[in-house]
């Protein structure tokens, strides 16, 4: 299959094509040609007009759940590739918080040989404990031997420093990667949103800030003392961005990502207890966003997720306090991140938050646009002011509170394992 | 103006300053038809109200239904101990069972803040909240609001002490939002553990010191202790709670000037007021619940009174 992309500019940082307008030309699986000159349409199967548009590699999402096995209701591995790829996502980091858990081999196995032969690329990470009951350490080399290169007990946080500091020390002997979500939560107890003027006035549990920096803090101590890496996932506080600001000055193995919409939308969207918005960690206020954005700025904060969450209608369609958290979203991440830093970041900033940055992190091989390279692309338009449909969510859930709203920039393709798939 | 600017009473912060005078003003309307020989009006005739108790409560359920025969309306009563909740049945599927049976007005109790506002989005009904979880309880603070315009005329320019379980306390929230917009300057007393840290940002006095606060107000409202929301220990013993928020008369004789007494019921007698304190003159707790009735006759007639437009 040979697909030409005309008149498009390259935005990747490591390609010596970077800022350029240039035509490329893909045939099957690799970028066959880049050049400034005019390319022969003639025995093209498709040829893409690139104007105006950005083309960069494929976003990695290091914080997405498919639900499979256990609740495929919610999300499969087939639902949750197409959501991808909509968004612009060629790879997927899977959390371990199936049903069964994944925390052991037969289960990175299952969900692996699920995803063969996809546009998107899956990849899995294991549980640090067993059943993520945060007690038992799980069988961490079996599991990486199959193909598991992170660990974390996801949402459930590992409350146990103990327990943390053995995990660390276990997997660096074959240089794994443990990420922890920063919630402690005999603070945090039954919280559903920010605690601030909002949660008051809405007679909500509120989750205070400190929840998550003493354990932010607590980790970069864990990450010294074991002289091992910790990734802190989607971190929403001025505060987590400042410690971890310190942490990194000071030379420590930290790294940590935020989630897309806790850069765009505050507190006061509860205010009518609307349970889309129900998240965790919840939406803060505007002075948090503000940091997080400082902290993309100045690479304090290393990469953006999507926190993808499928839920059913049913489990947010009820009272708040017994709505489920999270937001199903691969598709409008992208778009949603854009938005919020189009004008404070260098545009092929922004994207390599998203492609380069979380590959560096878990160490695996950033993809570069040259010549001869695999062809892992996303075309993107970064002035298309598009409203939102229910249609365009390929996810099972349509737990997406941008669902008639308006979001700047916007994916038109993607490619990948010679699979070409449009978004509008 | 004799309509209020909104189609259900889900909490005090929906409320224009505008509606709270129109019901307050008809309210003591309606008191004054409950002095009367015959104490019912035919106000609600042919209007079904369904009181949904999700949650345990007496008083507030009996003035509710006292409220609405008094109207004239057709009642039913519905408490979560005889209901299907326990059978797993959604909040929404329940209210709309009930709802096909051809009921007007919701009233409803709730251990779930927000419950209410919810329904009101899904539901084809008009909604009253009888108490939503910790958020609000819109009556209670409209006939708080009443029984001290009563008692001194106006409540503009008066000085009102909260005190007690801020944290888990929807009497609270709505009392602080309704009292402010009549005018009035508003206090939260209690334990640090037992008032939300964002309170003040409401622009509320914070105080940690039962005799500061009962020397700077006019009126003092004592909460409840409410073990029952309360998942986890906010202080170590209701003996030690006693002894630092407690009102008995010791204390109450000894301030400088005479301050009135207010509950919302019901009272743990010896708790966080002694029984010579609940039952003094200082105290204005029964005209409370009398007025309770005249302003949930009020709510809803004025409510009843927007559908027929």
């Avoid at chain 2, 640090?192 to 914070?206: A, D, E, F, Q, R």
């Avoid at chain 2, 409840?224 to 998942?231: H, P, S």
Wanted: glycine share 6%.
């Amino acid at each position: 299959m040979r697909t030409i992309i005309r008149n498009v500019i390259i935005a990747d940082k490591s390609s010596s094509f970077n800022g350029r307008k240039v035509n490329v030309c893909i045939e099957d699986d690799v970028i066959a040609l880049i050049t400034e000159n005019s390319v022969d349409h003639e025995k093209a199967d498709h040829v893409i007009d690139g104007s105006g548009k950005y083309l960069f590699s494929g976003l990695f999402d290091l914080h997405a759940r498919f639900r499979e096995p256990g609740e495929e209701y919610k999300e499969t591995i087939d639902s949750g590739c197409m959501a991808a790829a909509q968004g612009g996502f060629t790879d997927v980091l899977l959390m371990p918080d199936t049903t069964p858990a994944v925390d052991n081999k037969s289960q990175v196995d299952y969900i692996l040989n699920r995803s063969i032969g996809k546009i998107t690329d899956v990849h899995v990470a294991g549980a640090i404990s067993m059943d993520l009951k945060g007690k038992d350490l799980s069988e961490m080399h079996d599991m990486f031997l199959t193909g598991a290169r992170v660990f974390t007990d996801d949402k459930h946080s590992v409350q146990d420093a103990g327990l943390l500091i053995r995990a660390l020390l276990y997997s660096r002997d074959f240089n794994a990667r443990i990420f922890n979500f920063p919630n402690d939560k005999s603070i945090s107890g039954k919280g559903v949103m920010n605690e601030g003027q909002q949660s008051t006035l809405c007679g909500l549990r509120g989750i205070p800030a400190i929840a998550e920096e003493i354990m932010v803090e607590r980790d970069i101590m864990l990450s010294v003392y074991t002289d091992t890496n910790i990734h802190l996932s989607t971190i929403s506080t001025a505060g987590s961005v400042e410690k971890i600001r310190r942490a990194k000055k000071a030379g420590y193995k930290i790294t940590c990502d935020v989630a897309a919409h806790n850069l765009l939308l505050d507190d006061s969207h509860l205010s009518d207890f609307n349970s889309l918005y129900k998240l965790m960690p919840p939406l803060r206020t505007n002075e948090d966003i503000s940091a997080l954005i400082e902290g993309l700025k100045d690479n304090t904060i290393d990469a953006i997720c999507s926190d993808h969450s499928p839920e059913h209608t049913e489990s947010k369609k009820t009272e708040f306090d017994l709505a489920a958290y999270g937001i199903s979203c691969l598709e409008t991440s992208l778009s949603c991140a854009f938005t919020a830093l189009k004008n404070h970041l260098d545009h092929a900033e922004i994207f390599s938050k998203l492609n380069s940055n979380p590959r560096s992190i878990i160490g695996l091989p950033v993809p570069v646009i040259e010549e001869k390279a695999k062809a892992n692309l996303v075309l993107f338009d970064p002035a298309n002011n598009w409203t939102v449909r229910e249609w365009d969510i390929k996810s099972k859930s349509k737990n997406n509170p941008f669902i008639n709203t308006q979001l700047i920039g916007r994916v038109e393709m993607v490619y990948n394992n010679s699979i070409l798939h449009f978004c509008n | 103006m004799t309509t209020l600017s909104t189609k259900h009473l889900l909490g005090i912060k929906d409320l224009k300053l505008d509606d709270i005078r129109l019901i307050l003003s008809t309210a003591a309307n309606f008191k004054e038809v409950l002095s009367r020989p015959i104490k019912k009006v035919p106000s609600l005739r042919d209007v079904t109200i369904a009181n949904l108790f999700f949650e345990n409560s007496t008083r507030t359920r009996l003035s509710f239904e006292l409220a609405e025969r008094r109207l004239s309306a057709d009642v039913i009563n519905f408490t979560a101990s005889s209901s299907s909740v326990s059978k797993g049945e959604t909040l929404i599927d329940t209210v709309n069972n009930i709802l096909a049976m051809k009921v007007d007005i919701i009233v409803m109790r709730h251990p779930n803040a927000g419950a209410a506002e919810f329904l009101s989005r899904y539901v084809n009904a008009q909604i009253v909240n009888a108490g939503d979880g910790p958020h609000e309880h819109p009556t209670q603070a409209l006939l708080d609001a009443f029984s001290i315009q009563e008692k001194f005329g106006d409540v503009k320019g008066l000085k009102v002490a909260i005190v007690g379980d801020i944290l888990h306390s929807r009497v609270a929230l709505s009392n602080i939002l309704c009292l402010q917009k009549l005018g009035a300057e508003v206090m939260v007393c209690g334990p640090s553990t037992l008032l939300p840290k964002h309170i003040n940002s409401l622009g509320v006095k914070v105080s940690n010191n039962l005799r500061e606060a009962l020397e700077w107000c006019d009126v003092a409202n004592m909460l409840r202790i409410q073990l029952e929301r309360q998942d986890i220990r906010y202080f170590p013993s209701l003996r030690e709670y006693i002894q630092l928020f407690g009102l008995n008369m010791e204390i109450l004789s000894s301030l400088s000037k005479k301050i009135t007494i207010m509950h919302p019921g019901p009272i743990n007698r010896g708790v966080e007021i002694t029984s010579e304190v609940a039952d003094s003159d200082q105290s204005i707790i029964l005209s409370q619940v009398e007025n309770g009735v005249a302003v949930r006759m009020a709510v809803l007639y004025l409510l009843a009174g927007r559908t027929a437009e």
